[in-house]
């Protein structure tokens, strides 16, 4: 039988293949596409790419294996260039390195196969319902099903049974979404034990309990950093009954991995992973901060909105990360949370005599 003959005047049907950016998210011409800040690569930023490159792995060694000891012998200058971000080609690896899962990962071998595969969950049927909701516009967790959303789901089943005061909460999606572009299963795994589990530094188990106390707590110490630095911010969103609970806390409960943009996200995550829950305060400050000067005009609904929604340039991370690093946090943090210390600590101490 005789083929029928495509008419050449009309157009044979290609299969659209929807164009992605270098990060593998669906590109977008409008809205928080991850691809916004990434500039055109000339063949001289290439050229700086590829030597900052060769620094970091001689820093590092053959699969991490000088890390300590360039740690301990420069950390200046290790903190330097993760500051300036680490290279996109290491930075499943660095990160593993700087926050301690890596060990964690090599005391506990078979002990994530053993979560994933013999154990059960009373959060898998929670967990399958929020898998389709994590980095939708990513495409390797668009399948149904396939190999994003199933490994998504098995590192978010492991820690659920790893940790079963914790169990699952939402936003932990994001945080193990955002290590499997990354990393394989067993190593995101294990870095979100790090984190919870606070292998460097202070334990964000806290973020994800029952009543989310860690969340309440960091949300109070960020509305008073608001009101010290920028007090005439923090008068207006008082007279516009805004309080940070209603802005900030997916900032602190997936560290700005939601609805932000991805390439921002990873160079917060970089120094978040180095130095600690810290650089969310001043990454936090830092925007309203840059948007200050209109922030203070708008009245509630339009406040609302701009909280929200901040402009492309206030989230280029070459200029929000400068600015969040002059703003200095710690110490007055650590007077904040020693404060805490004895306002706990007080009712016991006026109690303990009459007991006695």
């Not at 964690?104 to 059960?120: A, I, R, S």
């Not at 589990?197 to 509305?223: C, I, N, R, T, W």
């Not at 650590?334 to 006695?356: I, R, S, W």
Request: charged share 25%.
């Amino acid at each position: 039988m005789e083929k029928k003959r495509t008419d050449d005047s009309e157009p044979v049907p290609v299969p659209v293949i929807a164009p992605v950016d270098r990060f593998g998210f669906l590109k977008q011409e409008q809205g928080n596409s991850p691809q916004r800040f990434i500039k055109t690569r000339s063949s001289t930023n290439y050229e700086k790419e590829e030597r900052r490159v060769t620094k970091w792995r001689k820093m590092i060694g053959a699969g991490g294996s000088d890390w300590k000891h360039y740690l301990r012998r420069k950390p200046h200058v290790v903190k330097r260039r993760i500051r300036k971000g680490i290279p996109d080609c290491l930075r499943g690896l660095v990160w593993q390195l700087i926050s301690g899962s890596r060990d964690l990962l090599l005391m506990n071998p078979g002990v994530y196969e053993q979560l994933v595969v013999y154990e059960t969950s009373a959060s898998e049927l929670d967990i399958i319902r929020d898998i389709s909701r994590t980095f939708p516009s990513h495409v390797f967790f668009q399948k149904r099903h396939g190999p994003g959303q199933r490994s998504l789901y098995n590192v978010l089943k492991a820690y659920s049974v790893y940790d079963r005061d914790v169990g699952y909460v939402q936003g932990m999606g994001f945080v193990a979404g955002l290590l499997l572009l990354y990393m394989s299963e067993e190593d995101a795994f294990w870095l979100l034990v790090a984190l919870l589990k606070g292998a460097v530094h202070s334990p964000m188990e806290g973020l994800y309990q029952a009543g989310l106390p860690l969340v309440q707590k960091y949300l109070l110490q960020f509305d008073q950093l608001v009101r010290e630095l920028m007090p005439k911010l923090g008068e207006h969103f008082t007279q516009e009954m805004i309080n940070p609970s209603m802005y900030a806390s997916q900032w602190f409960i997936t560290v700005f991995s939601y609805s932000f943009p991805f390439h921002s996200a990873l160079r917060i995550w970089d120094v978040f992973l180095a130095e600690g829950i810290n650089i969310v305060f001043k990454v936090g400050l830092a925007l309203l901060k840059h948007c200050h000067d209109d922030l203070v005009k708008l009245p509630f609904e339009e406040l609302m909105h701009a909280l929200r929604n901040f402009p492309e340039d206030a989230m280029d991370p070459d200029t929000l990360l400068p600015l969040a690093y002059s703003i200095k946090v710690a110490k007055r943090l650590e007077e904040m949370k020693q404060d805490g210390e004895k306002a706990v600590a007080k009712p016991a101490q006026t109690v303990n005599p009459v007991q006695q």
